[in-house]
């Protein structure tokens, strides 16, 4: 219930996350005035980024002891296995969530504290004296092996989000026998979705459909 | 038609157990699983060899106690059904056809195929049952149960307690069992006077037997010969949620 409840949370964060970002098609103006809109929000802002680190350390901290308890209530491991009905996702929560763990903690250093890429540094404010996000944005995303890393993050945030996406109804007890088919097709579909909006960005960046605003 | 077995055998708990290759020859397609086992004991007891100890019942699919995993399914490939209701017209000719117990840590090994399921007892002793009164029968339709509940009472009370649940369950949990022993009286006004505390002793003994917990991948439902629906599992979850929330406020 605490991992229901947490990864819900985390949910609403993703979606959000999302729809900020895809205002870099409408343009610089947009996306730099949004992330200059969230500095602004100040200590709030950093009330937000409290809360959901709280989330995802008790998410992580209670999934972990559950997968150990798991691990103890079979000893011994069958000699053959077949699954009849658990998919891949359901079987793998925990490498997936590990590794978007791995994908997030870089993507914060990447675009928040801006401590892999020295160009980002070099940026000029936008004619609006906001910072360029957008500008770093391409120029982050230009390079094929970032690009590569981040779509392979958002793939494995695609598995555990199609698991857990509609899990968390069952876990809370929100369904019954017709809702529960209904909401895992759902879960898969809304899990797809993010995965096609977050990736639609760096593609369209690699594509040279998304130019920087600015000459470094 | 002829099979090779790999049998799992083990002498007793406390020793390893590996797997053992068998031969059958001249078996009719509409052996059933556990006949064939039955023929190959009587030709091992021929050869003086120790017989496969494995556990059967009503050999009709209503009792519960047959309990093996045939190539990596609890209850082998034809589901839903316990396995004697499997017949070997499902395998194809010449096919191998591995055989292990039920491999669940609270199920713990007595001898080749043999298990101790009494963990699930002692789920159902700490609150699956109602207190009634004494005494004659009391006239049936005193106590009016709406259609719906007494439908899906009766369908969480086909659960046979195989355990099947458990041993497909990657994490090894129990949940569909203790889901279904504890709506299957939920459901009902009889249920209701031990309702909350029913709910709380017996997910307490689930855990402390030493079950997984449920991370919701349905691989219960799935091989259940009941056909259990996973959705007493949100059913037990509601129940929990509800019993923990009134015992917090102090009821």
């Known amino acids: 219930m605490i991992v229901a409840i947490t990864g819900i949370i985390l949910i609403l964060f993703v979606i959000g996350h999302l729809l900020g970002n895809l ?39 209670v999934t972990i002891q559950l997968a150990i308890e798991n691990r103890r209530a079979r000893p011994e491991a069958y000699v053959d296995r077949q699954y009849v009905k658990a998919t891949f996702a359901s079987r793998h929560m925990v490498m997936s969530g590990l590794i ?52 392979l993050g958002l793939f494995l945030l695609t598995l555990h989000l199609g698991h857990g996406s509609s899990s968390f109804f069952q876990s809370l007890g929100l369904n019954d026998n017709k809702l529960t088919p209904r909401l895992a097709l759902g879960g898969r579909v809304f899990a797809w979705l993010l995965f096609a909006g977050y990736t639609s960005i760096p593609v369209a960046i690699l594509l040279g459909l998304i130019k920087p605003a600015q000459q470094l | ?46 050869r003086g060899e120790e017989p496969i100890a494995f556990d059967s019942d009503c050999r009709e699919g209503i009792c519960g106690t047959c309990a093996l995993t045939v190539n990596g399914e609890a209850h082998g490939p034809d589901h839903p059904g316990a396995v004697c ?12 056809i591995i055989i292990e117990p039920f491999r669940v840590g609270a199920f713990p090994i007595v001898k080749d195929l043999v298990i101790d399921r009494s963990a699930l007892d002692r789920i159902v002793q700490a609150g699956g ?24 009472a009766m369908e969480a009370a086909a659960c046979i307690g195989c355990g099947a649940c458990a041993a497909a369950c990657p994490n090894g949990s129990a949940m569909l069992f203790t889901a279904a022993k504890v709506s299957h009286l939920s459901f009902l006004p009889q249920g209701h006077p031990e309702r909350e505390s029913r709910v709380l002793k017996m997910v307490r003994v689930m855990d402390a037997e030493g079950f997984g917990n449920c991370t919701n991948t349905y691989e219960c439902e799935a091989v259940c010969p009941a056909e259990i629906s996973a959705s007493f599992i949100a059913k037990l979850n509601r129940e929990y949620a509800r019993a923990a929330l009134q015992r917090s406020a102090g009821e």
């Not at chain 1, 160009?119 to 092996?145: C, E, I, T, W």
């Not at chain 2, 209701?85 to 191998?96: I, V």
């Open chain 1, 100 to 151: 978007v763990l791995a994908f997030i903690v870089y993507h914060l250093a990447h675009f928040t504290f801006r401590k892999t890429d020295p160009r980002f540094a070099l940026l000029k404010p936008d004619p609006l004296g906001h910072y360029d996000v957008y500008s770093m944005m391409v120029y982050g995303f230009q390079n094929y092996f970032v690009s590569g890393f981040y779509v």
């Open chain 1, 23 to 61: 205002q870099i098609f409408i343009g610089p103006d947009w996306i730099n005035g949004y992330s200059q809109h969230l500095r602004d929000l100040g200590p709030l802002l950093w009330a937000i980024r409290l809360f959901l680190l709280t989330a995802v350390i008790v998410h992580i901290y």
């Open chain 2, 129 to 152: 049952f109602i207190s009634a009164r004494a005494g004659s029968a009391p006239e049936a339709n005193s106590i009016l149960i709406p259609k719906h509940n007494a439908d899906l």
């Open chain 2, 1 to 46: 038609m002829n099979f090779r077995l790999k049998i799992w055998r083990q002498p007793n708990a406390n020793t390893p157990g590996k797997l053992t290759d068998y031969e059958v020859r001249d078996i009719s397609p509409n052996t059933s699983f556990l006949e064939m086992l039955d023929i190959l004991n009587e030709r091992l007891l021929e």
């Open chain 2, 85 to 96: 209701e499997l017949y070997m017209r499902k395998f194809s000719d010449g096919a191998t």
